[in-house]
């Protein structure tokens, strides 16, 4: 008997202010025309000071539990995936676990940047899997624009801010893929690109927090190729092919990347999952924040497959099946 990680619950949460393109370019050299030709943004929601990123992902995760019906003493284990935490430490998933007003479990952070919310997830099903962890709360939570240099164009109007969480529960099944929850996940990482997308701080390297860098294009080169290699994996060791996916929920970067992606897999536009125009890029909450819009506006339907990829600064990258 297998035990599978079923997704009962997802939340979302976004700061109180909107921020479109054309209040940016009042502030830096760009333009509304260039930033959604190049990426398909609009707009993108900016945390206010108290808006921390414990408090966003404390938002999603209680949505989560809400949806779930299920109080936040039951669960096991807390994951927060975030390269924007509240402090150098502790973990914002302790942040969150004491917020959420529970005391019980384990709860730590999980640091891979966009591919955050993927490696949390693994984490998290393998808990549930082996029996280390009955349920979980996956949480992707980031503040981005603390970490980005206002003065740099060609950074700052990719990121927004925002929390997505998934609550998990360990089910038996048959071990077949036509069971519902977490069917696999699929990580990589080559760390030779460090400079390709860094943030030139740190408790160890600078004592300051630091500005997020990013090589744009080495990037754009590299995501695409990375992360179809991840798909195809996922695809092939389920004995899967992309006919077999209802939703892509991709991690949400730049719409360019997105739809090559959807091209890839042959898959008709509306059934690609797409929050980039409004949230923008917000790293490890970038997924959940996705997958929670589609399933409450009834887009994700039970017994769906839910196929996600994403890509970021390490590099990592990585894909995971989930049968909603
Ligand atoms: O989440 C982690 C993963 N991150 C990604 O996947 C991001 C991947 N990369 C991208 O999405 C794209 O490379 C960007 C959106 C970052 C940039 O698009 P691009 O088509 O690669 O543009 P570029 O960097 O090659 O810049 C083209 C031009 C440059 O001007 P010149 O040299 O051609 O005169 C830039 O200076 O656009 C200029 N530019 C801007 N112009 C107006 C750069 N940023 C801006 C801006 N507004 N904000």
Redesign the pocket.
């Known amino acids: 008997m297998v035990t599978r990680a079923m997704a009962l619950g997802c939340g979302a949460a976004l700061p109180r202010r909107l921020v479109t393109n054309a209040d ?2 009042e502030r ?4 509304d025309d ?2 959604r030709k ?2 398909g943004i609009t707009q993108r929601y900016i945390a206010d000071a108290d808006e921390l990123t414990s408090v966003l992902g404390q938002r999603a995760a209680q949505a989560a539990l809400d949806m779930a019906g299920v109080p936040a003493d039951s669960v096991d284990l807390i994951v927060c995936a975030t390269s924007t935490p509240d402090e150098t430490f502790p973990s914002t998933a302790t942040r969150i676990q004491a917020g959420l007003g529970s005391t019980r479990g384990a709860a730590f952070d999980v640091q891979a ?2 591919s955050g919310f993927v490696y949390a997830l693994s984490l998290a099903d393998n808990f549930i899997r082996v029996g280390q962890a009955r349920s979980a709360l996956v949480i992707g939570a980031e503040t981005f624009s603390r970490i980005l240099d206002w003065e740099d ?7 927004g801010d925002g929390a997505g969480a998934l609550y998990l529960e360990g089910r038996e099944g048959e071990g077949t893929t036509e069971d519902r929850g977490v069917i696999s996940t699929h990580l990589y990482s080559d760390g030779r690109f460090h400079d390709a ?1 860094y943030v030139d701080g740190g408790p160890s390297s600078t004592k300051t927090v630091g500005h997020l860098r ?7 080169r590299h ?1 695409v190729v990375r992360m179809s290699e991840a798909v195809d994996t996922a695809l092939e060791v389920n004995g899967l092919t992309p006919a077999d996916i209802d939703w892509l929920v991709p ?4 719409r ?2 997105i739809e090559a992606m959807g091209k890839r897999l042959n898959l008709p536009d509306e059934r690609v999952v797409v929050t980039v125009d409004k949230h923008a ?1 917000t ?1 490890a909450a ?1 997924i959940p924040l996705a997958l929670c819009e589609a399933v409450d506006d009834g887009r994700i339907q039970p017994g769906d497959m839910i196929l996600m990829e ?4 390490g590099f990592t990258w990585g894909s995971a099946l989930l049968r909603w």
Request: glycine content about 10%.
């Open positions: 940016l370019a830096v050299d760009t333009s260039w930033i190049r990426t940047v966009c164009r060609g950074t700052c109007v990719l990121f997308l990013m090589e744009g294009r080495e990037v754009f995501a991690h949400q970067a730049n360019r990347i890029n790293s970038s994403a890509m970021g600064g």
